[in-house]
Every structure is written in structure tokens, then in C-alpha cells.
């Protein structure tokens, strides 16, 4: 091999996983025009291989670290967590999204492709050690899923959907290059490491740091649905496909916590003191919101995208902590919310019949008389969504509340608390409607084996984290070095 090819596959070395993904999404669009409309299945399973493949390059990579690209691109352990948490991400909204798309007659490989073209987005967000890559890897996430949000075309709710997102996340990207731009002229600099040396020396009096430092809040801000930038989710989440609802509730709410602790934590650093106000006083907003709102809701996807409010505000506790632990709880929790989410939306998915939209809590009336395998899964998720022991949610929260306390923020966990008791209400609401109600009609589930490999998987997950967290935190802890 000529030894220049040798120089350009080293330097590909870093970005390996990356590449991967973008080659499988770009050759299940090549794919797509040769298989038959009823074998689009298939591409569904050569896309679940790719990310399969993916994660196996970047567990090989897992010993290298450092800086790449003239530092635009990091290689450290807290890219690498948050990369196989988007591969778990990507992994269920496939496997959930196969029969999904049959159902609703919209089975095209450029669906697939989209997702994995988002995937590579949220990738390159953790791996980001430069504000311009943040972008690039934000953007390219966002536009595939505001294609995603509006794939049903027939659908007018659908296209609302898609307009929505697509109008208020361009304001949301003009909001942080206006702040990414205001960094840049104070510090000279788009790279993360030049920022926080040059704030390390600054005068943090200055209104221009302030006003950079608002700015990029509120836009991330809006990528994590966060209060008051959330007025998107819930329309948003009705509208769009029910395996697209899935997939943006886990994998864009992790990409985007990926970029706020690698920004806040790191770069803006020594901006901590006014962050931490700034973040405590959202995450109040943000949980009071979420789980006040949630509990008029009678749509079971509008109650979930509120519920994504409300635990977009419990991890914000986490980051309003600070700290080693902080840091940590707050990824170990956006993780478990991921998978239990996915697994709840996995059983609206079910319900999902052709020509009936199943997505009305009432449709759940006497789930468990009739389908109890079904409903003991609902019930589980419904539990960890509560944060009822022992399930994931539990110990995500117990670390998220603990790291609170630990800061001296005793107040807002037991906020936190408060609104978590809250939130049994409309949780318990469908257990009970489940189990409690007698069925209203019969009906077949909409089941695949695709979508039990997605559903086993989320409540064995969910279980497993519940009783031994210790795995998943650990991995957490060992992967904060980098930004502390």
C-alpha cells in the first residue's frame, strides 16, 4: 500500500465511526432503487448492521484520545459514552420504525438514511471541540429531522409538524451563531480550549460574555426542550410519525446535553457561577411546566412530549450541581430516559393500527385483560418514567437529586421531588386506565419481531440499571475527565 494511503487512512482513524454511518446511509439511498417496495425491510436491517458496525469501531477506538483535525474533532471517553448511547438511540428508533412504516404505508429507504444521517450529526456533536463543528454536526442533525418529523406527506399534521420544527429551529440556529459569533470577536477564537483560556483571563463583567453566554443558553435552550423555549414538543410530537416521535425525544435530547456539558462545563467555565443560577432557575421552569401541563393531556404522545419536558428539567438539576457528580448524573440520566422513552413510545406503536391512530389514552382501556404481556410492558416503562424503584428512572433521579444536595442545592431537589410526585398522576393515569378499565373494542396488536427485539431490550435495560447502576455510572464517572 503506498505509503500516502497509509498517511490518509491514519488520519480517517479518529473519525472511523462517522464514516461508517454517513457510507451506510449513503448506500441504503443507492439500495433503495433496487429493492422492492415490499422488501424495504431489509434496509432497515443493513442500517441496524452499520450502526452495529459503527459502535464496534468505536469500542476499538475507546483507548485513543486526543485532539484532531487542527482541533475541531476530540477523541476522549465522554464522546465515546455519548456515541454509544446515540447508537442504543438509533438502534430502537430502527427496529420500532420497520413494521411502523408498513403500517402507515411509507416504507422508503431514504427514511432510514435520514436517520442515520442524524446519528452522524449527534456524533460529531460529542466529538466537537470546536463551536463550528458544533454547528455543522447540529444542523446536520436538524435537517434530517425536520425531513423526518414531516415523512408522512398525506398527513396534514405531519407537514405541520415538519413547518414548526423547521421555522423555530432556524431561529434557534440564527440565536446561536449570533452568541457563537459574539465568543469568536471577544476571544479571537471557535475553539472550545481557546475559549476557556481567553474567559480564564477576561473580564467576565463585561455585558458582550453575558449576552454570548445567554444566547447559547437559549438555543440549547430549544434543542432540549427546555421551558421557555419547549413550544415546539408538543405539537412537534403528535404530528410527526409516532417512530419518528421516538427517535427525536431520545437521540437529539441526548446530542444536545452532549454540547451543553462539553460547552457550559468546559469552555464557559469560569462562567459557572452565573450558569448555575441561570440553569437552576430554567430547570425549576422547565419541570413545573412539564409535569403541570401534562396532567390535562389525553393524547398519550402529547403527554409524553410534555413528560420530555419535565425530564429535560431533572437533568438540568444535574448540570445546575455541577461538578464531577453532577456531570455524571447527568449523563447517566439523559441515557436511561432514552431507553425508557423509546420503550413507551414502542407500545403506542403497537396500538397503531391501519386506517386507527391508537394514540388516545382511552385506547389503553383494559390493555391488561386482553393483552397483558403488552400492558406489563407499559407498566414497567410507565413505573421509570415515575422514577418508582427499581427501575432505571429511580436511580437515575436518586443520583440526579443527590448530586443536587451535595452541591449545597438542597432546594431544588427537593423541588425536583415535589414535581416527580407530581408526575405519578398522569403516569399512574395509564396504568390505571390499563388495568382498572374494560376494553372498548377488540383489536389485534400490531406486533413484529423487530419491534419485541426493541421492546425486550428496553425493559431488560430498564430492569438491569435499576438493580445494578453501578455499570452504567461508573462509565459515566471514568468519562468526565475530559471536560473537568
Not at 385506547?363 to 424503584?389: E, V
Request: charged share 10%.
Amino acid at each position: 500500500m503506498p505509503s500516502t494511503l497509509q498517511e490518509f487512512f491514519t488520519l480517517m482513524t479518529p473519525i472511523y465511526p462517522e464514516v461508517v454511518v454517513i457510507t451506510v446511509a449513503l448506500t441504503v439511498l443507492l439500495l433503495d432503487l433496487f429493492v422492492r417496495k415490499e422488501q424495504k425491510s431489509s434496509l432497515g436491517w443493513y442500517s441496524l448492521a452499520g450502526v452495529i458496525i459503527a459502535a464496534l469501531a468505536t469500542f476499538k477506538l475507546m483507548g485513543v484520545t486526543g485532539s484532531f483535525f487542527a482541533g475541531t474533532f476530540l477523541l476522549d471517553r465522554f464522546s465515546v459514552y455519548f456515541k454509544f448511547s446515540f447508537y442504543v438511540a438509533c438502534s430502537l428508533g430502527i427496529l420500532v420504525s420497520i413494521n411502523y412504516l408498513k403500517i402507515e404505508d411509507i416504507h422508503r429507504g431514504e427514511y432510514y438514511a435520514l436517520m442515520l444521517f442524524a446519528t452522524a450529526g449527534m456524533m460529531l456533536m460529542a466529538s466537537a471541540g470546536d463551536l463550528i463543528t458544533i454547528y455543522l454536526g447540529l444542523e446536520l442533525m436538524a435537517m434530517s429531522i425536520y425531513v423526518l418529523a414531516g415523512f408522512m406527506r398525506r398527513d396534514s399534521r405531519s407537514n405541520e409538524a415538519a413547518i414548526k420544527y423547521l421555522l423555530l429551529g432556524s431561529f434557534s440556529s440564527g440565536i446561536m451563531l449570533y452568541g457563537m459569533s459574539l465568543l469568536y470577536g471577544m476571544s479571537g477564537t471557535t475553539n472550545l480550549a481557546g475559549i476557556h483560556a481567553f474567559l480564564r483571563g477576561a473580564d467576565l463583567a463585561n455585558p458582550m460574555v453575558f449576552l454570548a453566554m445567554i444566547m447559547l443558553i437559549v438555543s440549547f435552550g430549544f434543542k432540549i426542550a427546555a421551558a421557555p423555549f419547549h413550544m415546539w414538543v408538543p405539537d412537534v410530537y403528535e404530528g410527526a410519525p409516532t417512530s419518528v416521535t421516538a427517535f427525536m425525544s431520545a437521540g437529539p435530547k441526548i446530542a444536545g446535553f452532549a454540547v451543553l456539558l462539553r460547552v457550559f462545563s468546559y469552555a464557559l467555565q469560569p462562567l459557572q457561577h452565573d450558569v448555575t443560577t441561570i440553569i437552576a432557575g430554567i430547570a425549576v421552569l422547565t419541570m413545573a411546566v412539564g409535569n403541570i401541563i401534562a396532567l390535562s393531556q389525553t393524547n398519550i404522545k402529547r403527554m409524553l412530549a410534555y413528560s420530555s419536558i419535565a425530564h429535560a428539567g431533572y437533568a438540568l438539576v444535574g448540570i445546575a450541581a455541577g461538578g464531577p457528580e453532577g456531570v455524571a448524573s447527568v449523563m447517566m440520566y439523559v441515557f436511561i430516559y432514552a431507553v425508557m422513552n423509546m420503550g413507551a413510545f414502542g407500545i403506542v406503536i403497537m396500538l397503531r393500527r391501519s386506517g386507527e391512530r391508537g394514540e388516545e389514552i382511552k385506547d389503553f382501556a383494559g390493555l391488561g385483560k386482553t393483552n397483558k404481556m403488552a400492558a406489563f410492558f407499559m407498566l414497567i416503562f410507565m413505573f421509570s418514567l415515575t422514577g418508582i424503584p427499581p427501575t432505571a428512572g429511580f436511580m437515575g433521579k436518586f443520583y440526579i437529586f443527590k448530586a443536587a444536595i451535595q452541591a449545597d442545592m438542597v432546594w431544588l431537589a427537593v423541588v425536583g421531588v415535589i414535581f416527580s410526585a407530581i408526575s405519578a398522576y398522569f403516569y399512574l393515569r395509564v396504568i390505571m386506565v390499563m388495568y382498572m378499565s374494560e376494553p372498548q373494542a377488540e383489536f389485534k396488536l400490531a406486533t413484529a419481531p423487530s419491534l419485541a427485539i426493541a421492546l425486550v431490550f428496553s425493559l431488560v435495560t430498564v430492569i438491569y440499571i435499576g438493580v445494578y447502576p453501578d455499570n452504567v455510572l461508573n462509565f459515566a464517572r471514568a468519562s468526565i475527565a475530559a471536560i473537568l
